[in-house]
C-alpha cells in the first residue's frame, strides 16, 4: 500500500505547528485549533510558560482534557465488552 501522500500531508500540519496561533488568519486558525490542533498544542503550553496565556484557552484546555480523558475511559469499557482473547 502506498501511503506516501499520506504522511506529507501530515508532515505538512505538524509543520503547521511551528507557528504561533496568531500568525494565521482568523479560518486558519479556527481549522488549526478544532480541525487538527497541532497549533493549539504548541500556541497554549508556550504562552502558558511565558506567562500571556488567556483564562478562556486555558479552562478550554482543561475541559477538554477532561472530556477527552472521560471519553477514552467510555470507549476502553466499551471496547472490554466485545474482547475475545487471542489464546482462548
Known amino acids: 500500500v502506498k501511503i506516501y501522500n499520506v504522511t506529507e500531508v501530515l508532515r505538512g500540519l ?3 505547528g511551528r507557528f504561533p496561533l496568531v500568525a494565521y488568519p482568523v ?3 479556527l481549522f ?3 480541525v ?3 497549533a493549539f498544542l504548541t500556541t497554549v503550553p508556550a504562552e ?3 506567562g500571556r496565556a488567556q ?4 479552562v478550554g484546555s482543561a475541559l477538554l ?3 477527552l480523558l472521560v471519553g477514552s475511559h467510555l470507549f476502553w469499557r466499551f471496547a472490554l465488552r466485545f474482547y475475545t ?3 482462548s
Open 48 to 50: 502558558t510558560l511565558l
Open 36 to 38: 487538527v490542533p497541532v
Open 14 to 16: 505538524v509543520e503547521a
Open 27 to 29: 479560518a486558519y486558525r
Open 85 to 87: 482473547s487471542a489464546s
Open 65 to 67: 482534557a477532561v472530556g
Open 55 to 58: 483564562w478562556p484557552w486555558l
Open 32 to 34: 488549526f485549533t478544532f
